[in-house]
């Protein structure tokens, strides 16, 4: 086993070389952009473009593609939970809660009126993949 052995190949595929590539991409991405003005998210967005299979073709789309744009879009909801000013969010209230019953309450009411609306218990075979789920096969879904 040679400790050396840089035989790499476009698009990576050892895990060990994807890992260094993301880690020094979450290093460096955002001193560079941000010496551009660009916002740190936006530039790990731009990053994570160019090195997929539609940018410089870099990494191929596997699984451990698929789990870092997963952890990536995790950590950018984390960093929008942290620039949330709480302070204007208590003031504004009422105002949220409205939305939230216009903008997800209806909706929601409408749908789970729609399951029941025949009298049966749960009638959810109509959307057999409803929320990603298959409930069919449960014993739940009567279809």
Do not use: C
């Amino acid at each position: 086993m040679n400790l050396f052995d840089l035989n790499l190949t476009l698009p990576i595929s050892d895990p060990t070389w994807v890992f260094f590539l993301v880690l020094i991409i979450i290093l460096f991405a955002p001193m560079i952009l941000g010496r551009l003005h660009i916002p740190h998210i936006i530039g790990m967005i731009l990053a994570g473009v160019l090195i997929g299979e539609h940018g410089f073709h870099v990494l191929d789309r596997d699984s451990s593609f698929e789990l870092f744009g997963k952890v990536g879009l995790y950590y950018i909801m984390f960093l929008a939970g942290l620039e949330m000013d709480m302070e204007d969010f208590k003031k504004n209230r009422m105002e949220l809660v409205a939305l939230h019953a216009t903008g997800f309450g209806r909706p929601s009411q409408a749908a789970w009126t729609e399951i029941f609306a025949d009298g049966q218990s749960l009638r959810i075979a109509r959307w057999p993949n409803l929320y990603g789920y298959d409930w069919k096969n449960t014993g739940i879904g009567d279809g």
